[in-house]
């Protein structure tokens, strides 16, 4: 019993650390985004310049193997984790009815992080994919030209629709997550509770608010 339980915290220790490291990374993605909404030639420049200083910069490579390092570790230990709570539930299930009075978005985590799983592999194969492996054109300094790649890609309407339903779930996987993580790594003190839950809510809701704007902003106005 004392094993299993051991078990446990590490594995949601390991999801508490790979979870905020991939919430670090949304920061730096968004912030290198939002050179998006620059004015169009502008834009087209620095863009193609920051995806070229990503791709040919030794220390963010290794920093992109440990982001997709932290990425299947954090889908496995959280199915591993789902597994585990759903047979643990089935057996006490008529004993405990704490589960109906949890959040919705809470009990689903899992379809959740499936929604964002799948919006994930379509992206990096429409963007990551296409850059690395593509056949792209190139902008008037010589670099591979990502630019043109995402104003064509947002340019249909319901990839825009599917982004912003996808920043939806990603709000309340960050939620919970980042409710959670604090609580395992022992940071949702009584006393700092309440800073705790509103530094969840604004960055939960500025992150994904900031992802959803880009895309249609491209879509509607570029």
């Not at 779930?169 to 309440?194: D, N």
């Not at 960055?203 to 902003?217: M, Q, T």
Request: glycine share 6%; hydrophobic share 50%; aromatic share 18%.
């Amino acid at each position: 019993m004392a094993k299993s339980i051991q078990r446990t915290l590490s594995r949601k220790n390991w999801m508490a650390v790979t979870g905020l490291f991939l919430c670090f990374y949304l920061v730096i993605h968004l912030l290198g985004n939002l050179q998006l909404l620059l004015p169009d030639e502008r834009a087209h420049i620095q863009f193609n310049w920051y995806a070229e200083v990503l791709s040919g910069n030794i220390i963010i490579r290794v920093v992109s193997w440990i982001l997709f390092a932290s990425i299947i570790g954090h889908i496995i230990y959280a199915l591993i984790i789902t597994l585990t709570n759903n047979h643990a539930r089935n057996i006490r299930y008529q004993y405990d009815r704490r589960s109906a009075e949890s959040k919705w978005y809470t009990r689903n985590m899992g379809v959740l992080g499936t929604v964002i799983l799948i919006f994930l592999l379509i992206h990096l194969r429409d963007f990551w994919y296409i850059y690395k492996f593509g056949d792209l054109p190139v902008d008037e300094k010589g670099r591979k030209d990502l630019y043109v790649l995402v104003i064509k890609v947002y340019s249909d309407l319901w990839y825009v629709l599917l982004y912003v339903v996808c920043m939806i779930a990603l709000f309340y996987h960050l939620l919970h997550g980042f409710f959670s993580a604090a609580r395992t790594l022992g940071l949702y003190h009584p006393r700092y509770v309440r800073w705790v839950k509103m530094f969840g809510w604004v960055y939960s809701v500025v992150i994904c608010a900031g992802f959803a704007f880009i895309p249609l902003y491209v879509h509607f106005v570029k």
